[in-house]
RNA sequence: GCUGCCAUCGUCUAGCGGUUUAGGACAUCGCCCUCUCAAGGCGGAGAUCACGGGUUCAAAUCCCGUUGGCAGCGCCA
């Protein structure tokens, strides 16, 4: 019966931030798996914070996130649209409810300056009561109201709240909440502009688009009953209500700009996978009875539900989210990480970085080192010495030691030695290689790790990197062999 | 100040009255593997279940209180 319709609805007043995609994702994932309706509405009833810059920002974060919504900007039902409060306002689809309400003398014109109410509420603090307009221009007589207007002043509309009795709230997430309606006030609904604030915009539109559930931030708990008012006011069904625990910073407070990267758009820079976003969001505030950590975002949609979503806060733990990155690249072939990490340099403007690499060679170099990145922004500091002219020798100490005291063998004779031995090699294979570098330890009698070392730092530049044989058998003959004695005349020759 | 929400290892969490010497994951430490770094495998340490009262034969699990944290209190959303 109950076909399960559920929204996202940002204000664009800024970037998409980690605490939005959770909401969004969240939304999502029980819309799948109800089968339901996944909405996107912007709610830009802000004109003087909302940005056409921010729409495209989220738009596009929520495209890459892979968040893809049913109906919503550039996914416009006619029955429903359009998905911007603004538009709908336009269309005046707001202020026929407003209207309604006042026939029904359930909202009034309020002439109050801000500074008024401001004063309102300091002095009900001041003496330990809930801060809230008294009401006074409820009962304002029709002469009264002509008045202010001759007085110059402009109106707002409020809501009449009822006085008296409680609010209860049914939360699927965190069961029975009960406000007392005495402590609500007679909230603006739509402000002097003619614009509709967010708790009344919220609720029409709601009930507009069937929405049939609204998940959405803990934050919002206590904006709930004022809607709820507003449904029975309206004489509409009501949605179900489900809020999600917040996400927090690492200080206890609820995650901001000021504890670091916060919007989705500086995960991408850093390079990390949507997937890997998407699994560690979902594992805040939800959690499946075996706690199974690497999901699928199938397995997410086919096991997420609200029973199991938790209802205390979480630390935001970006070690985790790391891991999980690594574990998502992990997943994948070198082939596609490579093409990951094409969209990336592009997303980045960091397409020169590459652009004299072998495309082949690179793909192969990302085998090599396939299971130490953690991040696609590690790969170009990771693999670039396979494609420099000229090797940077930033470690040398290996160099310098004596191998053999006895006799007398060093860092040198290993490489002078291989690159002459090295010239006549056919078999230039990684295991063929290995052998070669063994035998040469054997004959020098010193350790494997004799040879391997000068070798590596010879041919690399550096003291760790990929496995060593798999790296000069990719590289070539030719290649290796010119690295060995360019580090010969580095070090040994004055 | 008012109201609401929350409280299990450093972090994310499992646990929904007895099967728990409280399980898993990240991080951390050690060992193994090994040509380095990773990855992987194995193991360790880490939680008097915020505290105090109840209820019960039995409580991390139910109830009450205390404390602490967070959130909301706009003509912002």
């Not at 994702?25 to 914070?49: A, H, P, Q, V, W």
């Not at 009930?207 to 004489?235: F, W």
């Not at 080192?369 to 470690?395: A, C």
Request: contains cysteine; aromatic residues 10%; proline residues 4%.
């Amino acid at each position: 019966m109950d076909n399960v319709r559920v929204r996202f609805a940002p204000s664009p007043t800024g970037d998409l931030h980690i605490g939005g995609v959770r909401t969004a994702l969240f939304n999502y994932l029980y819309s799948k798996n109800k089968n339901g309706k996944f909405i996107l509405r912007i709610e830009d009833t802000d004109e003087t914070r909302s940005t056409k810059e921010s729409v495209e920002v989220i738009l596009n974060a929520m495209k890459w996130l892979r968040l893809g919504w049913d109906e919503g900007p550039g996914n416009e039902i006619a029955e429903y649209a359009p998905y911007y409060q603004m538009e709908r306002k336009e269309k005046h689809i707001y202020r026929k409810y407003v209207d309604a309400l006042l026939n029904k003398g359930l909202a009034y014109p309020c002439y109050c300056t801000a500074e008024e109410v401001d004063a309102m509420r300091k002095e009900a603090q001041n003496n330990n009561l809930p801060p809230k307009y008294d009401g006074r221009c409820r009962h304002l007589t029709c002469e009264q109201r002509k008045q202010r207007e001759v007085d110059g002043r402009t109106a707002v509309i409020r809501f009449k709240m009822p006085q008296s009795g409680t609010t209860i709230l049914d939360d699927l997430i965190r069961g029975r909440v009960e406000f007392d309606n005495f402590l609500l006030d007679d909230f603006v609904i739509m402000k002097a502009n003619g614009v509709p604030t967010y708790n009344f915009a919220c609720v029409i539109d709601d009930y507009l688009m069937k929405i049939t559930h609204v998940l959405r931030g803990d934050d919002h708990i206590s904006n709930t009953p004022k809607q709820m008012q507003l449904y029975t006011a309206l004489d509409w069904p009501m949605p179900r209500f489900a809020h999600l625990s917040m996400i927090l910073g690492p200080d206890g407070a609820r995650l901001s700009k000021r504890h670091g990267h916060t919007s989705v758009l500086e995960y991408r820079k850093e390079g990390y996978l949507p997937e890997a976003l998407i699994n560690y969001l979902a594992l805040l505030g939800w959690s499946t009875q075996d706690s199974q950590q690497i999901f699928t975002i199938e397995e997410l949609i086919e096991k997420f539900s609200l029973e199991r979503c938790g209802v205390s806060p979480s630390t935001f733990d970006p070690a985790k989210l790391l891991w999980l990155n690594g574990e998502k690249i992990r997943s994948k072939t070198p082939q596609e990480i490579y093409y990951l990490f094409v969209d990336w340099l592009k997303y980045t403007n960091n397409e020169t970085l590459i652009s004299d690499w072998d495309e082949n060679l690179l793909k192969q170099a990302i085998a090599l080192e396939h299971d130490k990145i953690k991040l696609l922004k590690e790969i170009p500091s990771l693999l670039d010495f396979f494609f420099v002219k000229e090797v940077d020798y930033k470690e040398d100490a290996v160099m310098k030691t004596l191998l053999n005291e006895k006799s007398k063998v060093s860092a040198e004779m290993v490489l002078v030695e291989s690159a002459n031995r090295l010239l006549e090699k056919e078999d230039f294979s990684a295991n063929a290689l290995e052998q070669y570098a063994r035998d040469l330890a054997k004959d020098k009698e010193i350790k494997t790790g004799q040879v391997f070392h000068p070798l590596r730092v010879a041919i690399s530049g550096r003291t760790q990197g990929p496995s060593l044989f798999h790296m000069m058998e990719l590289m070539g003959k030719n290649e290796v062999i010119r690295r060995i004695n360019i580090a010969i005349n580095k070090f040994f020759k004055k």
